[in-house]
């Protein structure tokens, strides 16, 4: 018996867009079948992270996973028919009876361009802090979304090389609002030299947790101690963000017209971190998009759903997200999507070329539109 049999695999961040030769895959799958084995096909169907369930692998490397759970799998992660589909269906045709109908291909999606326009700040838009000498980890603030801000002012307003034992997962450095730089767990960042200033924030994102061996269950924040040129950095207010309540706040500003002011510079906006971004476009009926992020940073969300976990970076292995209209207004489809640290003021939605064949998460190779 074979209780999994891994027909392609999972991606993590910064990574490629993993596939199997459908040829070997399916030799592989008629010798298990030619001797009589029982076989669990792992995956059949590819799936969806949504929202924060990603995880994350970690054998010496932290690796969190993607939105994406294509996998690479006969049926894709929109539930398209692929080549490898056709190959292990005439595979299993040889040893057991398989049904006529086959499913259809999804619809090319439409292709359109939206503006985005700069909404303001929401890193503000918090829960209670908690003020105590070391940072709260997410797991003692009972905090189970996917952002926590940590603020301290700085001693006699100075700057210095900032070290911290360990952070889970990924932070944005701050000073007096101004974004400096970013430690990544992935990269093994410890060090960040900042500049002089008063406050000193820190946003992390817990990017996903490790669901096996003894690394279930570890927390996540700034762990262990914090120093500035050597000294220990106290006295921290550690803030909750709930990501989606959030969300919803600003949803709710801009549907009551309090926007960002008229003329706000979106090179300003993006120079003090996380900043909310709205669009919205109308549709004919509801139907699935190709979201191409491919010049964006982090996070996204569309109307009141709250999108998967925050999209890959540029450089990394996907680049568009299939979309579903989730807002009805005026009895006719439409959408809103907010960013943050958003890279430009317009990009293109479209139907990403290597989409179908990839479920709606698009390989490197797929050109910016």
């Known amino acids: 018996m074979c209780s999994e049999f891994w027909d392609g695999w999972f991606d993590w961040w910064g990574g490629v867009h993993h596939t199997t030769d459908v040829a070997t895959?399916?030799?592989?799958?008629?010798?298990?079948?030619?001797?009589?084995?029982?076989?669990?096909?792992?995956?059949?169907?590819?799936?969806?992270?949504?929202?924060?369930t990603n995880g994350a692998n970690h054998k010496g490397r932290y690796l969190p996973l993607v939105t994406s759970y294509d996998y690479d799998a006969p049926l894709d992660e929109a539930g398209n028919p692929t080549e490898k589909f056709f190959a292990f269906r005439e595979v299993i045709a040889r040893y057991a009876p398989v049904p006529d109908e086959l499913p259809a291909a999804a619809e090319a999606a439409p292709a359109f361009e939206v503006p985005l326009t700069p909404a303001g700040a929401w890193t503000d838009l918090a829960g209670p802090a908690s003020t105590t000498a070391q940072p709260e980890t997410f797991d003692a603030l009972g905090h189970l979304s996917a952002l926590v801000r940590y603020d301290t002012e700085l001693r006699d307003a100075r700057g210095g090389l900032l070290v911290v034992d360990e952070v889970r997962d990924l932070a944005w450095v701050s000073v007096d609002d101004r974004v400096v730089?970013?430690?990544?767990?992935?990269?093994?960042?410890?060090?960040?030299?900042?500049?002089?200033?008063?406050?000193?924030?820190?946003?992390?994102?817990?990017?996903?947790?490790?669901?096996?061996?003894?690394?279930?269950?570890?927390?996540?924040?700034?762990?262990?101690?914090?120093?500035?040129?050597?000294?220990?950095?106290?006295?921290?207010?550690?803030?909750?963000?709930?990501?989606?309540?959030?969300?919803?706040?600003?949803?709710?500003?801009?549907?009551?017209?309090?926007?960002?002011?008229?003329?706000?510079?979106?090179?300003?906006?993006?120079?003090?971190?996380?900043?909310?971004?709205?669009?919205?476009?109308?549709?004919?009926?509801?139907?699935?998009?190709?979201?191409?992020?491919?010049?964006?940073?982090?996070?996204?969300?569309?109307?009141?759903?709250?999108?998967?976990?925050?999209?890959?970076?540029?450089?990394?292995?996907?680049?568009?997200?299939?979309?579903?209209?989730?807002?009805?207004?005026?009895?006719?489809?439409?959408?809103?999507?907010?960013?943050?640290?958003?890279?430009?003021?317009?990009?293109?939605?479209?139907?990403?070329?290597?989409?179908?064949?990839?479920?709606?998460?698009?390989?490197?190779?797929?050109?910016?539109?």
């Open 25 to 52: 895959a399916a030799a592989d799958l008629d010798e298990l079948l030619a001797a009589g084995a029982s076989v669990n096909i792992y995956m059949f169907h590819g799936g969806t992270n949504f929202a924060l």
């Open 181 to 369: 730089g970013t430690l990544s767990r992935t990269r093994h960042d410890r060090a960040i030299r900042i500049p002089d200033g008063r406050t000193l924030s820190i946003l992390v994102e817990d990017q996903g947790r490790v669901n096996y061996d003894r690394r279930l269950g570890e927390e996540k924040g700034l762990i262990g101690e914090i120093t500035l040129d050597g000294a220990p950095v106290t006295g921290w207010r550690s803030t909750p963000l709930d990501v989606a309540a959030i969300a919803a706040e600003v949803d709710a500003e801009i549907d009551t017209e309090l926007d960002a002011p008229t003329g706000t510079d979106a090179a300003d906006v993006l120079k003090t971190g996380p900043a909310a971004w709205t669009s919205s476009f109308t549709l004919d009926a509801p139907t699935d998009l190709v979201l191409d992020t491919m010049a964006w940073s982090k996070g996204l969300r569309v109307r009141e759903r709250l999108l998967p976990r925050p999209l890959l970076a540029q450089r990394s292995a996907a680049h568009a997200l299939r979309a579903r209209t989730c807002h009805e207004r005026g009895g006719e489809p439409s959408g809103r999507a907010g960013t943050r640290e958003r890279r430009g003021a317009a990009r293109r939605l479209r139907r990403c070329p290597f989409a179908r064949r990839h479920g709606g998460i698009a390989p490197q190779r797929c050109p910016p539109g």
